[in-house]
T-cell receptor
């Protein structure tokens, strides 16, 4: 049970922004939201994570809703190399910590 | 190169056999995680070790076992192999034990196991 809901697939054009949504309506107050992606034939790769505030790094931005029940991963300018499966994961701490991957969103980037 | 090294990259073996997959974590990381990825099950968490001790267990079969050595590398042993064990096996590492939800994992490139 990944406890997040994502669209199965999305499509984007190269050099355009991409907004990948994630629903986590049962999130608890101490759960973080993580995003990982998996390029074809590679291991998962960390993208970004956050708790309450919006976060930016060199790869992407993470916008977290005020009620924390949803979030959006933003790729500002998609490239062909961004084509991957994107996983939205909520993680707690303590002895039950582990990343539970769902099916993710398959992002296709058109040239 | 993520810094997490997995060997072998590819392995083909027969049913009933036993194999060992090896993982060297990123320098400085104390935790090692094992995941299995098959076409029908997606990425499944198997087990986590922190500084040599088992920290968390997931959907790991009794035929599978793992350990983390004093130099922090880890091995996943798969025995009495069945056709359904064919999958990609990923190792990941992190600096901490995973007590914080902010813990970030770095994954290796995986070991592809084919059981014939």
């Amino acid at each position: 049970d990944a406890k997040t809901t994502q669209p199965n697939s999305m499509e984007s054009n190269e050099e355009e922004p991409v907004h990948l949504p994630c629903n986590h309506s049962t999130i608890s107050g101490t759960d973080y939201i993580h995003w990982y992606r998996q390029l074809p034939s590679q291991g998962p790769e960390y993208v970004i994570h956050g708790l309450t505030s919006n976060v930016n790094n060199r790869m992407a931005s993470l916008a977290i809703a005020e009620d924390r029940k949803s979030s959006t991963l933003i790729l500002h300018r998609a490239t062909l190399r961004d084509a991957a499966v994107y996983y939205c994961i909520r993680t707690g701490g303590g002895s039950n910590y582990k990343l539970t991957f769902g099916k993710g969103t398959l992002l296709t980037v058109n040239p | 190169d993520s810094g997490v090294t997995q060997t072998p990259k590819h392995l083909i073996t027969a049913t009933g056999q036993r194999v060992t997959l090896r993982c060297s974590p990123r320098s400085g990381d104390l935790s090692v995680y094992w995941y299995q990825q098959s076409l029908d099950q997606g990425l499944q968490f198997l087990i986590q070790y922190y500084n040599g001790e088992e920290r968390a267990k997931g959907n790991i079969l009794e035929r599978f076992s793992a350990q983390q050595f004093p130099d922090l590398h880890s091995e996943l042993n798969l025995s009495s192999l069945e056709l359904g064990d064919s999958a990609l096996y990923f190792c990941a590492s992190s600096p901490a034990g995973g007590n914080s939800g902010a813990n970030v994992l770095t994954f290796g490139a995986g070991s592809r196991l084919t059981v014939l």
